[in-house]
């Protein structure tokens, strides 16, 4: 029973990560860029620095292609690192 339970990709509090893609039509909130973020430290789980790259990357992107101009990279990048920081609290 344990073991099933741990194997389980569904996340605590936002569900299962189902893409490391970011809704194309719609701006990403909180929840979708949880979900991705923990994509991409499922697929490289040793280095949580280059998912949270990444993550911020998508995000920046999908800014720039609404044509919305975003605060600095280094600015979504904190942003991103602190919404992991707030889930990992959260799961305590």
Not at 7 to 27: C, F, I, M, R, Y
Not at 65 to 73: Q, V
Request: with cysteine; aromatic share 4%; charged share 25%.
């Amino acid at each position: 029973m344990m073991s099933s339970t741990r194997s389980t990709d569904k996340l605590w509090l936002v569900g299962a990560p189902k893409t490391q893609e970011l809704p194309s039509s719609v701006l990403p909130n909180r929840e979708e860029v949880l979900c991705a973020l923990q994509y991409h430290a499922k697929l490289n789980p040793r280095d949580l620095a280059f998912s949270v790259r990444q993550t911020a990357l998508n995000v920046q992107h999908q800014s720039s292609k609404a044509n919305i101009p975003t605060i600095d990279p280094c600015d979504i990048l904190k942003k991103v690192r602190r919404l992991n920081e707030e889930y990992n609290g959260l799961k305590k």
